[in-house]
């Protein structure tokens, strides 16, 4: 009986062995997944069991593991496990602003041979349109499914969205973040996770916590420098203080943990103060596991691990590394660090098993919520998404739509734009950003559905129009003037498109200078002088240039951001100077002037000392010139503000909140919002309603924006803080009311030395435009 039991087993291991093989090569279209109801293990596996709790089923699936299979689990490219019919898995899948041919996660080299690329973060923003975050978002997530339901995704973990705030200009990965305003950053977050995870756009519909695709928080935390004047992002030990951590660095991913339900978070190369962010016991588990109830998992941004080792010298041995990253509750290496070094952490007693357990429970679970331990995805909820959902119109008019909504006119003269749409006029495109499609992807790009560079769309309206290069490059190092001039001196308009690209910005690679590259500026005055009227300036960028010179000259009439718009932004452009779109993005960040450059990027401070010179940075510190606001935008339509309700001219704190949140010091008082609860912070709230009223005659998108400043500044207050915004579409000379809930616990609150959350009594301000109202605080 015992020999017959056992060749039974070794019978059924060798079946589910050769199941789980033909299961990967039959078709190359078949998606990956465990628990394969056609093998006859799965069904004695209670982890494979759909009735049971995924906890259980985790519970279930550890117990199973030998230490070595849990070793192998712990890095991104996790091997199958067919004696017990679990499948591979890569966790490192990139989905920025579109399904991304980077990362390990995705090919394109199938059915499906593009994506739709929307335009970079960083310009998404400047719509300042939560709505268009989250449908993007959700487009995304379709297309991350479609892709694997299609056999060509080993992962449905998206290292997406980075909300690091963009402390600095010079950063090179500044496009890819939301802007430099938490608030901002926050609310992008927010709408793209519960996009693309397949929630509501209100949240709270991913009860059954299943996934449409899984998204990551990153780069956790106060990372914003790659590789500056000898300094990277492998050595770079951020000294932060607790202030500028609690109302600058932090809010993002609170709110995307928080409200946004993100399931993952990805830890950051940099040290803060000395420890290294993948093993900040405090950060991982004390701040974003217990107090912002985190239930997810946490990857290292890739080869951190070893960084600590290697590069840091944090880590005496391997082992030492190992060890303290699980202890601090990661879970899972983009890298080898983990799958070398377990094993030998275990064996010098650095390391319990356990740590590698709760890892596993945290990955398992992810997995399991993806679906794709409940067999085949393409009989599961998400089963009907195929590759006619990738590509789609409606993606490639989202596309579009985020592309005309972001774009930012910053200068105008003498309406100048729009052009006319008069076939007999004569039009040159001068510039190495006019004829190609490359650069309006951005960085994190994949395969997009179409191309078409500003300069063929432009041709759209006006075929005649004419093109030259102008520089040899980006770089600008040699400039065919004569021939550029030839072109431009002679049309009755022309359009200059400058700025960056990826070889002026990009990760592993900051700035030194602000200004445009090479002979770019001398291009421009050049054309600028020899042509009959003042000239277009469209610049594509992330982070901001220095162009004062343009700001100022006459004979440079208007000026467009365009930020990296994306397979749609060529389009876009063209729409917007001709007059089909009026143009209502609002800048993200603060462009500062090239001097800025003297502040060492390695200076995290977020305010200014003016002891010492050093001027803040961000609009609500920064203290020094401005080339162009954070918030700033032109359109061809001018708009009227006027504040018709305020619920409040007066909050009397002290009369609706407990006498111990109330502090001193000296004669000031003090509410600590810490000491309030949920319900107390709720009991205060109170509205605003706002008339905006469209002055042009145009239709146009307009973010109203809303902010607040306290009417005398203490030590450490911001300047102004964005505290509300939201975009509304008004017909020419139409009217509509805006109303914005204001919760004083978030919006009147600022940090303290300490990094706690306080209200301070007095006066402040609420702004929106050009009209200022009055409120009190009384303690």
């Known amino acids: 009986m015992k020999v017959g039991r056992y060749l039974f087993f070794i019978q059924t291991i060798l079946i589910s062995s050769l199941s789980f093989f033909l299961s990967r090569t039959e078709s190359t279209q078949a998606p990956l997944f465990s628990c394969d109801s056609s093998n006859p293990l799965t069904k004695s596996y209670p982890f494979c069991n759909t009735t049971l709790a995924v906890n259980e089923r985790v519970e ?16 991104n490219s996790a091997p199958a496990i067919p004696r017990l019919n679990i499948s591979a898995y890569q966790w490192w899948s990139e989905g920025l602003h579109g399904i991304s041919r980077h990362g390990k996660g995705i090919r394109f080299n199938g059915t499906i041979a593009a994506a739709t690329m929307f335009p970079q973060v960083i310009l998404a923003a400047a719509s300042f349109d939560t709505h268009l975050w989250y449908r993007m978002g959700q487009a995304i997530g379709r297309e991350a499914r479609a892709f694997y339901n299609e056999g060509q995704g080993t992962g449905m973990t998206y290292w997406a969205p980075n909300i690091n705030i963009f402390r600095d200009p010079r950063w090179g990965r500044g496009q890819e973040t939301p802007g430099e305003d938490p608030l901002l950053a926050s609310n992008y977050a927010v709408s793209y996770v519960r996009g693309i995870q397949g929630d509501s756009f209100e949240g709270g519909q991913l009860k059954d916590g299943h996934l449409q695709a899984s998204a990551c928080c990153k780069h956790f935390t106060a ?6 004047n000898g300094v990277n992002r492998y050595i770079f030990d951020a000294n932060v203080t607790e202030q500028d951590l609690a109302d600058t660095y932090q809010p993002p991913f609170k709110s995307c943990i928080e409200k946004g339900q993100a399931s993952g978070v990805m830890c950051a190369y940099n040290r803060i103060n000395g420890v290294p962010n993948c093993a900040d016991y405090s950060l991982l588990i004390k701040t ?30 391997p082992e030492d590394a190992v060890a303290d990253v699980l202890k601090a509750g990661m879970d899972v290496d983009c890298g080898s660090y983990l799958l070398k070094y377990s094993k030998s952490a275990i064996e010098q007693k650095k390391l319990p098993e356990s740590e590698i357990d709760r890892a596993l429970r945290n990955l398992f679970s992810i997995r399991m919520r993806l679906g794709l331990f409940d067999g085949s995805p393409r009989n599961l909820k998400f089963g009907n998404i195929g ?23 910053l200068k105008n003269s003498n309406s100048l734009l729009p052009l006319p749409k008069d076939k007999t006029i004569s039009l040159a495109i001068v510039g190495p950003n006019a004829n190609t499609s490359q650069t309006l992807l951005g960085n994190y790009e994949g395969l997009p559905c179409k191309n078409i560079t500003i300069f063929q769309a432009i041709q759209s309206y006006l075929e005649s129009a004419v093109y030259h290069q102008g520089c040899d490059a980006v770089n600008c190092t040699s400039v065919a003037l004569n021939e550029a001039l030839d072109a431009a001196k002679d049309a009755d308009y022309v359009i200059l498109v400058m700025g960056l690209d990826q070889t002026q910005e990009r990760e592993k690679y900051d700035r030194m200078e602000l200004m445009l590259p090479g002979k770019q500026e001398s291009l421009v005055e050049s054309i600028a002088l020899a042509a009959k009227k003042p000239i277009i300036l469209v610049v594509l960028c992330g982070g901001p240039v220095d162009i004062s010179f343009a700001k100022d000259d006459p004979k440079i009439g208007s000026i467009l951001w365009a930020g990296y718009p994306g397979e749609a932004g060529g389009t876009a452009v063209a729409e917007i100077i001709f007059g089909d779109h009026n143009p209502g993005g609002r800048l993200p960040v603060t462009w500062y002037p090239k001097d800025f450059v003297q502040v060492p990027m390695t200076d995290m401070r977020m305010r200014s000392e003016l002891a010492t010179g050093y001027p803040g940075r961000t609009y609500k510190f ?24 305020v619920t409040f001219k007066k909050l009397y704190l002290n009369q609706l909140l407990p006498a111990k949140a109330l502090k001193f010091t000296g004669p000031h008082r003090y509410l600590s919002i810490s000491e309030l609860n949920n319900e107390h912070c709720d009991s205060i709230e109170f509205s605003a309603k706002v008339a905006v009223k469209n002055l042009g005659e145009m239709s146009s ?3 109203v924006l809303l902010f607040v400043r306290q009417a005398k500044l203490s030590y450490g207050s911001p300047q102004k803080q964005l505290i509300g915004f939201q975009s509304i579409t008004l017909g020419a000379g139409e009217r509509a009311e805006v109303d914005f809930v204001l919760k004083p616990c978030e919006h009147l609150s600022k940090a303290n030395r300490d990094g706690f959350m306080v209200i301070e009594e007095g006066s402040y301000y609420l702004i929106v435009g050009d009209k200022e109202p009055h409120i009190t605080v009384e303690l």
């Not at 990372?223 to 500056?228: G, M, S």
């Not at 107090?291 to 041995?317: E, P, R, T």
């Open 223 to 228: 990372y914003d420098l790659d590789n500056w």
């Open 387 to 409: 590759p006619e959902q990738v590509c789609t119109q409606e993606h490639q008019d989202l596309a579009l739509e985020i592309a005309r909504d972001g774009i930012v006119l």
């Open 60 to 75: 279930d699936l550890v117990s199973r593991l030998t230490l070595d299979e849990k070793i192998e689990q712990l890095e």
């Open 288 to 317: 974003v596991r217990e107090q912002w109830g985190f239930q997810g998992y946490i990857a290292s941004d890739c080869d951190a691990v070893a960084v600590m080792h290697d590069n840091q010298g944090y880590a005496k041995l």
């Open 622 to 645: 920064y203290n020094g010139v401005k080339v162009f606001e954070f918030g700033y935008g032109l359109g061809y339509s001018n708009f009227s503000y006027e504040f018709v309700h």
């Open 701 to 703: 998108k307009h973010p």
